[in-house]
């Protein structure tokens, strides 16, 4: 089957955060994204676990978006103005996908 | 003296403060016990509801008068005022930066709802009455600490709110729950709370008990990691900012001329300190700032300092100043 390049961005960003991630996302164009709970992790802020979370300061969620290569930087540029000063990491992965007009 | 130990004893031996220790203890010996944060959330929505009724239907009964009005405005000035003073305090006795200080200070204004649902539950128990409104209080209490603390780390700088932010804080999910239960309550009144009783007013307890012990595993697992962070003149803000808290709350209510109830609910307000509202606004607003030292602070020292010990030191201060 035909199958084409595109670039999966993976942004692990504190749940707080999250819409305001989107907006920038909707903002530069990117309208689709997947957002996934996160169970728990360690990083330099220390170690963290979803269950109890009483504040509302607490917690991450990871937002994926699948791109076309062209669409990365925009993507990049908007991301980053939102994550910069915060806890979280952005990676990007090759990955194909079956049906190119959707990224 | 004798009044504040016996209070104390028997809070000690409470099932809420109890289950908060069980909590602390199972985080504290590394044990995998642990609430899911559905269930955690499904806990807190349960309890703010509750107390918001029955806050709104005492009003329903009482009426509507001044003193409710002047209640709220001198909440607002002292969640506003409290952060300026306890900046003051940690620049003066810990090695904190202006940034973390600020950020703390924030957190000591602003106030903890399950604080004071623990002290209506103690009043309850010792068959004291207090204001309905002061629900509506505690909910005015919540956002102008915020603000103060932004004031102190940007002194009129713009860029650390922005028009989301605001609407986070003043429309947060905590204070929408809660003020409007009050309304629901204060509209619908006793026949209201008649209908509901079964659910809201009788497994209150049991549900606070089960939060309690939610509170006990995250304190204790905020100790466990973030314990280390803080020194001891930090500690030491921690469990002496709430009383000072609690002296200009115990003013705003001989001032205002609370009933005993009203009074030592008024006093933990001003004593406690926040983990819900302030946490998440700092983390937007003043995103540097470290996050364990303010969360450790406030779940970690003040709040069970303020259960176990605050609770009976405000009844008893607020028994002996009122002659009750």
Redesign the interface.
Known sequence: MQTHTAKRVEITIEKIMQSRLTDALVGAGVHGYTILPVFGGSGRSGEWSRSGQISRAEGMVQVICIVREERLDALLTAAFKVVEKHIGIVNITDCEVLRAERF | MADILALAADNLISPIVLCFALGLFAALARSDL????AV??GL?IYLLFAIGFKGGVSVAAHGVDLTLGLSLIAGIILSALLPIVAFALLRSITQLDRLNAAAVAGHYGSISIVTFVAATSVLESSGIAAEGYMVAVAAAMEAPAILSALWLISRGESGRMDA?LWREIML?GSIVLLVGAFIIGGVTGEEGLKEISSFIVEPFKGVLCLFLL??G??AG?GLA??GKLLGWSSIAFGVLMPPIGAAFGLAAALALGLSLGGTVLMMTLTASAS???V??A???AL??AN??IY?TLS?GVTFPFNLVLGIPLYLAVASAVSGG
């Not at chain 2, 642990?34 to 944060?37: R, T, W």
Request: charged fraction near 25%.
């Open positions: 642990s609430i899911p944060e955690a959330k807190s989301n947060n939610d509170m595993l995250v697992r990691k973030g983990y819900i509202a946490p998440a700092m983390r937007v995103p540097e996050p364990s969360l779940l």
